[in-house]
């Protein structure tokens, strides 16, 4: 397993601002993933983080409102842009080594826009 | 689109309580499955998983978990819980050679002592 670091823990947010939310991991791992848990719903894949290229989304999220990074094997910032109340959510960045094995998960930022 | 159900959503137990928590799937091919727990404050960890094999997978804490393939269901069980298994648990689905998990919306459990 790894130590994986999310910065902020939390944050509370002006609408219009947008927050670049940080993940760090102790040791390099393959694929790194970005998710969304909105209150009372399940995680919800936004984007996989692709290491020296543009991150692949999913269905319904756009490069625009969440522009992510991944300048190394052991870094991504996940950029909620242009906040508004709807984003209010916990962000959750998860790593992995191979494929269809067990994901890790860092402990999450909690969103609250005003 | 794959999804992963929940039916309990908030489940009270008293200590020494058997415990079952449903989990079934939509996907028809080849998964993975997988059960997280966060617990209060902490961040999710992987409680067990299941790639092939013995449908019965036994995790950490005494909690077991068993596939059956024609119900397209992987219940999470325990005999006998304690006050520490008081925490949020979810049901995650990963279709073979696809690189997605697609997770339920999670049970919280409460274990009164």
């Known amino acids: 397993s790894a130590v994986i670091s999310q910065k902020p823990s939390r944050d509370i947010c002006q609408r219009g601002t947008s927050l670049t939310i940080q993940c760090q991991v102790d040791?390099?791992?393959?694929?790194m993933f970005w998710y969304r848990q909105q209150p009372g719903q399940s995680l919800t894949l936004i984007a996989t983080?692709?290491?020296?290229?543009?991150?692949?989304?999913e269905s319904g999220f756009v490069i625009d409102k969440f522009p992510i990074s991944r300048p190394n094997l052991t870094f991504s910032t996940l950029t909620v842009s242009n906040m508004s109340p709807e984003d209010s959510s916990i962000y959750l960045c998860?790593?992995?080594?191979?494929?269809?094995?067990?994901?890790?998960f860092g402990d999450g930022t909690r969103l609250s826009i005003l | 689109a794959q999804s992963v159900s929940q039916h309990n959503h908030h489940v009270i137990l008293s200590e020494a309580a058997s415990l079952e928590l449903g989990c079934n799937y939509s996907?028809?091919?080849?998964?993975?499955l997988f059960w997280y727990v966060q617990y209060p404050g902490q961040h999710l960890q992987l409680l067990l998983k299941?790639?092939?094999?013995?449908?019965l997978v036994k995790g950490i804490k005494g909690f077991e978990a068993e596939f059956i393939k024609s119900k397209f269901s992987f219940n999470l069980r325990k005999p006998s819980v304690q006050w520490s298994d008081t925490a949020e648990y979810f049901c995650?689905?990963?279709?073979?050679?696809?690189?997605?998990?697609?997770f339920g919306s999670g049970t919280k459990l409460n274990v009164k002592p």
């Open positions: 998860s790593v992995g080594w191979r494929d269809n094995q067990p994901q890790h």
């Open positions: 040791s390099q791992v393959t694929m």
């Open positions: 983080a692709n290491q020296g290229s543009e991150a692949t989304y």
């Open positions: 996907y028809g091919g080849t998964v993975n």
């Open positions: 299941y790639f092939s094999g013995d449908p």
């Open positions: 995650a689905v990963n279709p073979y050679n696809f690189n997605k998990f697609y």
